[in-house]
């Protein structure tokens, strides 16, 4: 999970094992093998389009990952209504954290697409992260002070593209 590698919490050991992992995608992709039953995991909802389960090397208690079964291995290649179920079922998964006994005063919902935004698994799916004022978990973000025009710009760009 590199996009939380320089993110743990500082008493955390380093993630092993699950960094920079070779592309893996269909047959040997782990979550295909979880959302199958063909390997371990601790669920937490099951459905005809998606599973939820904990993440094995949670960064805070209660982080959970919601995978849809069809195989994807980001946004390009998602079904939308597979997508829009993940985010569906996300939101009930945060609802029922909200409600544990679990420590959570908040929540984020993290998606990594691509290498470069650090996601280590090739199977698209969405991390469920359960939060408290004093977790640990940190996400360090260098804000830029564009201006308007240089905003408009780049909006102007990515309208261009716009199917
Ligand atoms: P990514 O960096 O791709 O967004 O996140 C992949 C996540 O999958 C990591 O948080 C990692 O701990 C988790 N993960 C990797 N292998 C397994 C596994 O075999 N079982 C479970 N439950 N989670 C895994
Ligand atoms: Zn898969």
Redesign the pocket.
């Known amino acids: 999970?590199?996009?939380?590698s320089g993110l743990l919490p500082d008493p955390m050991e380093p993630?092993s094992?699950?960094?920079n992992?070779p592309e893996v995608t269909g047959p040997g992709c782990?979550?295909c093998?979880?959302a199958d039953g063909e390997?371990?995991?601790?669920a937490v909802h099951t459905d005809e389009r998606v599973v939820a389960?904990?993440?094995?090397?949670?960064?805070v208690r209660g982080?959970l990952?919601v995978v849809p079964r069809r195989h994807a291995i980001g946004l390009a290649d998602l079904d939308p209504d597979d997508g829009a179920h993940m985010f569906r079922v996300a939101q009930r998964m945060a609802a029922a954290i909200r409600r544990s006994d679990l420590h959570c005063e908040g929540i984020n919902l993290?998606?990594?697409d691509g290498q470069a935004?650090?996601?280590?698994?090739?199977h698209v799916?969405l991390?469920v992260l359960p939060r408290h004022p004093g977790d640990g978990f940190r996400v360090q973000l260098d804000p830029r002070f564009p201006s308007r025009s240089e905003l408009d710009a780049t909006a102007r760009r990515v309208r261009e593209t716009l199917a």
């Open positions: 999970m590199t996009w939380l993630r094992g699950v960094r992992v782990i979550f093998a979880i390997a371990e995991a601790s389960f904990m993440d094995i090397r949670p960064v982080h990952l993290f998606l990594a935004a650090g996601q280590t698994i090739f799916h991390h």
